[in-house]
């Protein structure tokens, strides 16, 4: 496995550069090879490639390499549709191909489920979400040398990618880079620092420009001259989103509801990983007429619920965020679902207690990535005929999915929703069923 030009592993300190073969792909996406001084990590890898490489530091007790050539290609291997792959750290598998890239996907969430004792055998086929569909993303800026860097960080790092394309991003999101870099290099000082949240609605982009200005006639004039050229919906400024001009209402539509959500409102990242998860929520609470939505959000699932039978469905929308309340609220009252109850709530300190569940025949919960676990251990003890769990992290879905069962449910199906294409991230939809 070692070029016989260079010395064995432990003879250097240091970097020092390797031959390897590659041959299976690790939990982040890195290719796996091993030397007779243990494990090797090497980043944009595929197994069957041999490749030369430069050894960087340890991660763990293995090591980590800088993948430097590509002396043979693995069959997995693939080009790379994007200019920036490799630089820009938010794609990881763009180089493998569809095949192995979904089996390593997938694995992330057998082995989570595994590392729990979990059955694998409900897992479900793999939906998959087509590239340049994300409708919402937040980039970093800096003003340095007369210019505005605008993007995303490179891997592992505070340095920023100059974005001129994108594989991932609704292309209304791309186009726009150009006038949001020219206005922030009026708006900011050199050396000042910014994010920017983007998220493109039915009718226009809304941008959040997360960056202290000191707003005077001059700023508002800039402003207002980026939102006239890049023909945006809406445009808000501050650490937290304050509304600074609304050409028109930003409006997204939820199974027939138009919702305005907040600025730093939460919504699925595309339209297609939304559709896939409302169809699966849908299936999952079937028949039932009185389901508990936590974690609501903007109603994406509260909404759906009317149309999941002929028959009326009553809705307990719980949200603790009171601006993403306020815009389920609203859009409810513009559609006259009636059948719709909200609450604010926040489920971290006060979830649902064993008795108020006992109102619903199903509940739909939908966490941040840390889970819902002092919600689900209330859940594991209530008498809820069904419970549906929508998770974009496999590894806390499997540890509140082991209280449910533990509490007497039967996780019937668990099906992986890829609704980031060739990042580490997988969102997945669970149901179960009371024993």
Avoid at 100 to 115: E, T
Avoid at 126 to 143: I, L, M
Avoid at 198 to 217: C, F, P, Q, S
Avoid at 378 to 397: D, H, I, K, R
Wanted: overall charge neutral.
């Amino acid at each position: 496995m070692w070029n016989s030009c260079w010395p064995a592993a432990g003879k250097h300190k240091g970097n020092y550069m390797v031959e390897l073969n590659i041959e299976n792909l690790g939990a982040r996406g890195d290719g796996i090879a091993h030397d007779d001084d243990g494990v090797i990590y090497v980043p944009y890898a595929v197994p069957g490639d041999r490749v030369a490489a430069t050894i960087k530091g340890r991660r763990g007790d293995a090591r980590v390499a800088q993948l430097d050539t590509v002396l043979v290609a693995g069959a997995d291997r693939v080009a790379a549709p994007c200019p920036h792959f490799t630089i820009c750290g938010g794609c990881a598998m763009q180089h493998v191909q569809a095949g192995p890239y979904q089996r390593w996907k997938l694995d992330i969430l057998l082995q989570a489920l595994g590392h729990r004792d979990l059955e694998t055998d409900t897992v479900e086929n793999f939906v998959t979400v087509p590239p340049a569909s994300r409708r919402r993303a937040r980039f970093a800026a800096r003003h340095t040398g007369g210019k505005v860097l605008l993007g995303f960080n490179e891997p592992g790092s505070h340095k920023i990618v100059n974005l001129e394309s994108c594989s991932i991003l609704r292309p209304a999101i791309v186009d726009v880079l150009p006038e949001l870099r020219a206005a922030l290099r009026d708006l900011l000082k050199s050396g000042d620092k910014a994010d920017v949240q983007i998220t493109e609605t039915e009718n226009g982009l809304d941008v959040w420009l997360v960056a202290k200005l000191r707003h005077n006639a001059q700023v508002d004039m800039r402003l207002a001259d980026f939102a006239q050229t890049a023909d945006l919906a809406r445009l808000s400024t501050g650490l937290r989103p304050e509304v600074v001009m609304v050409r028109r209402t930003p409006k997204v539509t939820l199974s027939g509801v138009a919702v305005t959500p907040p600025p730093d409102g939460f919504l699925q990242a595309s339209k297609a990983g939304e559709q896939a998860l409302v169809k699966l929520v849908q299936q999952g609470v079937g028949d039932a007429r009185t389901v508990a939505d936590l974690y609501a959000g903007v109603g994406t699932f509260s909404f759906a619920m009317g149309g999941i039978s002929s028959g009326r469905v009553d809705v307990m929308a719980v949200e603790g965020v009171e601006e993403q309340t306020a815009a389920l609220i609203a859009g409810r009252n513009a559609a006259r679902r009636n059948g719709i109850d909200i609450q604010v709530r926040d489920l971290e300190r006060r979830p649902l207690s064993v008795e108020e569940l006992a109102a619903y025949q199903a509940v739909v919960f939908d966490p941040p990535r840390a889970g819902a676990a002092r919600q689900v251990e209330l859940l594991a003890a209530a008498e809820v005929a069904t419970v549906v769990a929508v998770s974009c992290n496999p590894a806390t879905f499997a540890r509140d999915a082991l209280m449910l069962v533990e509490g007497g449910y039967r996780m019937l199906s668990v099906t992986p929703v890829d609704q980031f294409p060739w990042s580490r991230h997988l969102e997945l939809v669970a149901c179960f069923q009371r024993r």
